[in-house]
């Protein structure tokens, strides 16, 4: 089975306010995009000035942030701690039974997301590691969300089994989409054959209905796998024009990348070489992996380490609306990537200087529907959930 080929300022100061995841295969090889490889610090683009202020404080590598419709945030620690603030300010611990959570490594309480219809049903998806003394993976569960925020109920498992070793490579990143299914980005676990063996849930993009099972549309019906050829992506976003999924990931010590989506796509991250885990290969192999798919935008060296992604959403963001945001871990900044009509080049580049080392590496970016953006950071001590506005 075949599937489609892809087509191819003024600055202001920053104001911090302190409070309390085979050929023979349905993943055939789909063909080459065009690159467009990262310009030079030099070279990128003004930004709008930006005011950044603290949400909530005190935190430790929180790896995610949501917002519910009554305007609370919820926050996880990745050492299994969660955190809401509610809409009156009060900042409060939120008591959830993570007794069989896994935190090695770069694994723990991970990606969060809630239910397209949480108003009503209350439910929170978390991606984490899991280990109850039999079966040790990384996994997405359900959680029912008290009316006054005080505790998350268990309400199960909906898919597992995301391999792990020793806990790196284990991002985990959940997207809903407006349809009511979930797709999960997940890493390879530093196991070269994971990428590109369709039966392993590592080094892929998944698509899943809330149930857990394949959704509409993958390549294999049988099968939650919607992409491969992944390393360690972190980031995912749809395009809130084109209806497009976007995932972003983790190079080894050069390109990082943000790839295009499509079902069946496989973008050619295949480092298994001589029974070890060869980085020295590149993050999209089209010799090792016939027809990979390129990246829309990768980071040459050195790579910023991509920790989330969002598209940025009203018009206070002039010429960047409707860009990609990504957030960076080992690059400390926000980087800001303007599309071509196809979506499938970057055509310009931005770095907001507000943001530029002045609070560490950034782990998630998430666009608000009043154009703002909450960001966390993960500088393991003193971390925070921040918002930026566009001025």
Not at 20 to 38: T, Y
Not at 92 to 106: F, I, M, N, T
Not at 338 to 354: F, I, M, N, R, Y
Request: proline content about 7%; aromatic content about 6%.
């Amino acid at each position: 089975m075949r599937w489609a080929t892809v087509v191819g300022s003024t600055v202001i100061a920053t104001s911090l306010a302190t409070v309390g995841v085979a050929c023979s295969s349905p993943f055939d090889a789909l063909g080459s995009g065009s690159m467009s490889p990262s310009m030079g610090d030099e070279d990128l683009a003004g930004t709008p000035p930006l005011t950044v202020s603290t949400e909530i404080d005190g935190l430790s590598v929180p790896w995610d942030v949501v917002t519910a419709p009554d305007g609370t945030l919820l926050t996880g620690e990745r050492s299994g701690r969660f955190v809401a603030k509610l809409p009156g300010g009060t900042v409060r611990e939120v008591a959830a039974d993570l007794s069989d959570l896994w935190a090695q490594g770069e694994t723990g309480l991970m990606g969060l997301a809630l239910d397209d219809d949480f108003a009503s049903n209350r439910i929170l998806y978390a991606c984490h590691g899991f280990d109850d003394g039999n079966t040790r993976d990384i996994r997405v569960t359900s959680w029912t969300v008290e009316e006054d925020w005080s505790a998350l109920v268990p309400a199960g498992t909906v898919i597992d089994g995301f391999p792990t070793v020793t806990g790196q490579h284990g991002g985990c990143r959940i997207l809903v989409d407006d349809e009511g299914s979930l797709y999960i980005a997940t890493g390879d676990a530093a196991v070269g054959t994971n990428p590109q063996d369709p039966d392993v849930l590592g080094g892929k993009v998944l698509h899943v209905t809330t149930s857990g099972h394949p959704a509409a549309g993958n390549p294999d019906p049988a099968s939650p796998v919607f992409t491969l050829g992944h390393r360690n992506p972190q980031g995912l976003a749809k395009d809130p024009a084109s209806g497009d999924i976007y995932s972003v990931e983790h190079g080894p010590d050069r390109d990082d990348e943000v790839n295009q989506l499509v079902a069946g796509g496989n973008y050619g991250w295949r480092p298994d070489r001589a029974g070890f885990y060869d980085e020295s290969v590149p993050m999209t192999d089209p010799v090792r992996v016939p027809g990979a798919i390129e990246a829309v935008w990768s980071s040459g060296t050195p790579p910023i380490a991509p920790g989330g992604m969002a598209f940025l959403q009203g018009a206070k963001w002039g010429e960047w609306e409707g860009a990609i945001v990504i957030s960076a871990l080992r690059g400390q900044q926000l980087r800001f990537l303007k599309l071509s009509a196809h979506g499938s080049t970057v055509v310009s580049e931005g770095k907001p200087p507000e943001l530029d080392g002045t609070v560490g590496r950034i782990r998630s970016v998430h666009s608000q529907p009043d154009g703002s953006l909450l960001l966390t950071t993960s500088n393991r001590t003193g971390d925070r959930v921040l918002r930026v506005r566009p001025d």
